[in-house]
């Protein structure tokens, strides 16, 4: 990738004013889903690429180059409060959902730690006033918690046409937000461009296959911007 890097519209050195604006990444991540309700596809394969794309090299070019943040550890999965066929889940709901299960003990939060709410079909996520499906695919978000930034994303289905409707367009926004998230932990607060995007934003849905040597394509996702490649990813590694 550094010798043929990747279709990119955004290239090295690209995007203008990138750079970290006050220092919020999470230094090594450790990532846990939480499930809202019944997953859409095959939780199994989407649970091992949750493991693979934060622990097997994904995002070591960030670690490599100075921003703040690498590979990481994913922690595994629960089950969240589930929610029913054709509501709403607006970002405050998802913050109070967070705090309740850091209360109930459910989860356990300190500062690498971003917690991946996966939504069941039909549920609409809102931010402010764009809705899942029309506005955007995913996202990520933080809030203060007992002297924590806590960080978090909302990952709607992406059943619906816009969002793609495989399951290769969830793995490739769940890496689209892991990496926004990972260096720029509480929103425009680290790593951004001059017009506010992220590194994910800067090269959304250009997609690609990523896995193992035996299985090179097993898995969709996309890249992300750094100021010296452009589109970036790290190679596998075990």
């Known amino acids: 990738l550094v010798t043929r890097p990747l279709a990119s519209p955004t290239g090295p050195g690209g995007a203008a004013g990138f750079r970290n604006v006050a220092g919020s990444q999470i230094a090594a991540p450790e990532v846990t889903n939480v499930y809202m309700?019944?997953?859409?596809g095959d939780r199994g394969f989407a649970e091992e690429f949750s493991k693979a794309i934060v622990e097997?090299?994904?995002?070591?070019?960030?670690?490599?180059?100075?921003?703040?943040?690498?590979?990481?550890?994913y922690?595994?999965?629960?089950?969240?409060?589930?929610?029913?066929?054709?509501?709403?889940?607006?970002?405050?709901?998802?913050?109070?959902?967070?705090?309740a299960m850091l209360t109930s003990?459910?989860?356990?939060?300190?500062?690498?730690?971003?917690?991946v709410l996966i939504l069941p079909d039909g549920v609409t996520s809102l931010l402010g006033s764009d809705r899942s499906c029309q506005a955007f695919c995913g996202y990520h978000e933080a809030f203060s918690w007992n002297g924590l930034e806590v960080a978090y994303a909302v990952l709607p289905s992406p059943l619906c046409k816009p969002c793609g409707g495989q399951i290769g367009d969830f793995t490739a926004v769940y890496a689209h937000e892991l990496a926004e998230a990972s260096t720029?932990?509480?929103?425009?607060?680290?790593?951004?461009?001059?017009?506010?995007?992220?590194?994910?934003?800067l090269e959304a849905w250009i997609l690609f296959g990523w896995g193992p040597p035996a299985d090179p394509q097993r898995f969709t996702i996309q890249g992300y911007y750094t100021n010296e490649r452009g589109n970036t990813v790290g190679a596998w590694r075990p």
């Open 37 to 40: 309700g019944p997953f859409w």
């Open 56 to 73: 097997n090299g994904y995002l070591d070019p960030l670690k490599q180059l100075g921003y703040g943040t690498g590979s990481g550890t």
């Open 75 to 99: 922690l595994g999965n629960i089950d969240g409060p589930v929610l029913g066929k054709g509501s709403q889940f607006a970002d405050s709901d998802a913050q109070t959902a967070v705090q």
């Open 105 to 115: 003990g459910a989860l356990k939060a300190n500062a690498n730690s971003l917690f």
């Open 184 to 201: 720029d932990k509480v929103p425009g607060q680290g790593w951004t461009a001059a017009n506010g995007a992220e590194n994910g934003d």
